[in-house]
């Protein structure tokens, strides 16, 4: 009796018909971490504005000051309290003006005018007094009574007067200059007096003549007036 074997074929499939599954979903996938994208901030660009902005405001205010102003000092401000300063500018007479500004801004206002003679002032912290008026020693007073006063060390730094620099030691020529009466007074003198007077007269700084001609034609007009 012959017995027949029977072969079935194997449930494995053959490696070469293996299938190799991927990971498609979603979630298996590798993510990436969503960072921020940096953007630069507008405030430092707004801030340089309103820089250039207080600092051409500056620049104009002292140029207005400079109008009609027949003195520019510079006074040390360093060690200045905010009270101190704040009475400092309420002692001054209306002619003067005391402002607080950079060295380099006013530099930059004064840049080819008279005033730039005042250019070895500009270090330092400075407070700056401009003087509206011709009389310098009555301007100067003020500074000099609340220095003793205080018992401050702030002293005058330098100044310009006519296109002149005075340094701190020179402001003795300023203080002790004669008030317009007496320059009237003396000149107009001078003017009555034989031609020795008229010489000297004419000898005088350009500012004084024009001070005693302008004296001379008020007092014809008076006497004329007056006839």
Known sequence: MEIALLSFPSPKPPLSQTLTLK?????????????????????????????????????????????NCYLLAAVEYKGFTVQQFQDLRRSLPETSKLLVAKNTLVLKAIEGTKWEALKPCMKGMNAWLFVHTEEIPDAIKP????????????????????????????????????????V???????????????????????????????????KLEEESGGN
């Open 23 to 67: 990971p498609t979903a979603p979630f298996l996938r590798p993510s990436k971490p969503n960072l921020p994208s940096f953007r630069p901030s507008p405030f430092p660009s707004i801030r340089a504005a309103i820089s250039r902005t207080k600092k051409e405001e500056t620049v104009e205010t002292v140029k207005t000051q400079l109008e």
């Open 143 to 182: 500074y000099r009574t609340f220095q003793r006063e205080k018992k401050l060390e702030n002293d005058f730094t330098g100044a310009v007067f006519e296109g002149k620099f005075y340094g701190p030691g020179d402001f003795k020529q300023l203080e002790n200059m004669p008030t317009r009466a007496e």
């Open 184 to 218: 009237y007074a003396k000149l107009l003198g001078s003017l009555q007096s034989p031609a020795i007077g008229l010489v000297s007269t004419l000898q005088a700084p350009a500012r004084d003549v024009v001070m005693v001609l302008k004296a001379y034609v008020k």
